[in-house]
């Protein structure tokens, strides 16, 4: 995996787009993370993947081999010895993870969960670490904190965008060496109507 490369691509011109009065989406919100991403260097460290252990300090293990394992040929076959469709429930994979995107071959699995980083997971409580939630199939947020733990003594998580980073900030209550803070809209049953103002 060495020899992958993650690249980083950002349009100026997004921020110029706007998607009507009352719409959740805001583009010129990109320019916000974009420049987070610039100041912290943040597009000169993408080197660093993932290995299965580096999941397993978070994620629970059958889901990761559920990961590994699934295909768009298996999934829904019922003449394999193991059947994967009994995993779509237990793991919450529906139409809006569908596992044919999972991959087409033995190593497609790392452009899904190319961000995530390692962590440790000594003390932090299993918080959805055995289902997709949100819009991945690894919390790469959660991954990306705890490696942050390892060397530095506090890490913060930012989540700047419509949705909050569900399950995430959950994940960190009881650590205070983190910190997390999200800028998201809520009310309304805004999926995933998670971390009220009160939080």
């Given at each position: 995996?060495?020899?992958?490369?993650?690249?980083?691509?950002?349009?100026?011109?997004?921020n110029?787009?706007?998607c009507?009065?009352?719409?959740?989406?805001?583009?010129?919100r990109?320019?916000?993370t974009h420049?987070l991403?610039?100041n912290d260097?943040?597009?000169m460290?993408m080197?660093?993947?993932?290995?299965?252990?580096?999941?397993?300090?978070?994620?629970?293990?059958?889901?990761?081999?559920?990961?590994?394992?699934?295909?768009p040929?298996?999934?829904?076959?019922s003449?394999?010895?193991v059947?994967?469709?009994k995993?779509?429930?237990d793991?919450?994979?529906r139409?809006d993870?569908?596992?044919f995107?999972?991959?087409e071959?033995?190593?497609?699995?790392?452009?899904?969960?190319?961000?995530?980083?390692?962590?440790?997971v000594?003390?932090?409580?299993?918080?959805?670490?055995?289902?997709?939630s949100?819009?991945?199939?690894?919390?790469?947020s959660?991954?990306?904190?705890l490696?942050?733990?390892?060397?530095?003594f506090r890490?913060?998580y930012?989540?700047?965008?419509?949705?909050?980073?569900?399950?995430?900030?959950?994940?960190?209550?009881?650590i205070e060496?983190a910190?997390?803070?999200?800028?998201?809209?809520?009310?309304?049953?805004?999926?995933?109507?998670?971390?009220?103002?009160?939080?």
């Amino acid at each position: 995996m060495a020899n992958k490369s993650v690249s980083y691509s950002y349009n100026p011109d997004v921020n110029n787009f706007h998607c009507g009065p009352g719409h959740s989406m805001k583009p010129h919100r990109l320019s916000v993370t974009h420049s987070l991403v610039m100041n912290d260097d943040l597009h000169m460290k993408m080197k660093t993947y993932p290995s299965v252990q580096d999941m397993l300090r978070f994620h629970s293990a059958g889901y990761i081999e559920f990961l590994q394992e699934a295909t768009p040929k298996n999934i829904y076959c019922s003449c394999k010895i193991v059947s994967y469709t009994k995993y779509l429930s237990d793991f919450s994979i529906r139409k809006d993870f569908p596992a044919f995107l999972m991959k087409e071959h033995k190593s497609s699995v790392t452009i899904i969960i190319k961000f995530a980083l390692s962590g440790q997971v000594v003390y932090v409580m299993q918080k959805k670490n055995f289902e997709v939630s949100g819009f991945g199939y690894v919390n790469n947020s959660v991954i990306n904190v705890l490696k942050l733990l390892k060397y530095h003594f506090r890490g913060h998580y930012k989540n700047i965008e419509v949705h909050d980073g569900d399950g995430t900030q959950e994940v960190f209550y009881l650590i205070e060496r983190a910190m997390t803070v999200s800028f998201h809209k809520y009310g309304n049953y805004f999926f995933p109507d998670t971390v009220n103002k009160k939080s």
